[in-house]
């Protein structure tokens, strides 16, 4: 049986002030929680969370890291500092930074390296564009992107690793892909994964992202191979964000 997880991605959304505001509802609401929860913070509000959620089950992750452990990179975060600051999970190949910052699958790839390498488990995000899904080439697109990481860290460090399959026409749209056809991508993920490695296909969490809320997050994490969400917009606000946490 897969643990349910559900993870907040906060994108550049916070200030102090409604950082303790989020953070102390969601608090409030944890101990009804069975799922592992993860809020993925902006750089500056790091220390502000680890001090929120010290002794609780409220997990830390950050949202990109840089490959380098030090030195002259102007505006990079390292994954020690990630750690310095209570992380222990990382966002490693965001749609957003794919099309944004130019991160390519070998890029991803050796984040999700530097990130295991430093005892961070990679948030390792996977999906296709709506051109791509039109095209029928939903399949090819996630293969290639789950092979790059394999190709570089082979399959047994997938036991650390935590998939999410965010379909970039679903994110920040409020279209939802249907619990079949994310259903139905997530089994094809597996499938993936279970040629090199039966059992670890079995046990990698796949988590859905895209437009997902406390009115669909049911249906979606009821498929079988559905193992919880990654949430954007609807992380922001802490009673839609503990709604989704009490499904799993
Ligand atoms: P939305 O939930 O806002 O669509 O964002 C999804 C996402 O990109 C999470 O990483």
Request: charge should be negative; aromatic fraction near 6%; proline fraction near 3%.
């Amino acid at each position: 049986m897969r643990q349910t997880i559900v993870v907040g991605n906060w994108k550049m959304n916070a200030s102090k002030e409604t950082v303790n505001t989020l953070v102390l509802g969601v608090l409030e609401g944890m101990p009804d929680v069975k799922s592992e929860v993860i809020v993925c913070v902006p750089y500056p509000y790091l220390c502000q969370v680890e001090a929120l959620v010290a002794h609780s089950q409220l997990k830390i992750g950050a949202q990109d890291l840089n490959v380098n452990a030090s030195g002259a990179f102007t505006g990079e975060v390292s994954a020690d500092m990630l750690k310095d600051f209570g992380s222990e999970y990382v966002i490693v190949g965001h749609s957003e930074r794919r099309s944004l910052y130019g991160e390519s699958d070998e890029m991803v790839a050796e984040k999700v390296q530097v990130a295991l390498d430093n005892g961070l488990t990679p948030l390792f995000c996977i999906g296709e564009l709506l051109e791509e899904r039109e095209a029928g080439d939903t399949e090819t697109v996630v293969a290639r992107q789950i092979n790059a990481v394999i190709k570089r860290v082979g399959i047994e460090v997938f036991k650390n690793i935590i998939i999410a399959y965010e379909p970039v026409w679903a994110i920040g749209t409020g279209v939802t892909a249907t619990p079949q056809q994310a259903q139905d991508t997530h089994a094809y993920i597996r499938e993936i994964l279970a040629q090199s490695d039966a059992d670890i296909a079995q046990s990698t969490p796949i988590l859905y992202g895209g437009s997902m809320n406390s009115g669909n997050a049911d249906e979606l994490i009821a498929c079988e191979d559905i193992d919880g969400g990654l949430i954007g917009g609807a992380s922001l606000k802490s009673d839609d964000f503990l709604r989704i946490c009490k499904v799993g």
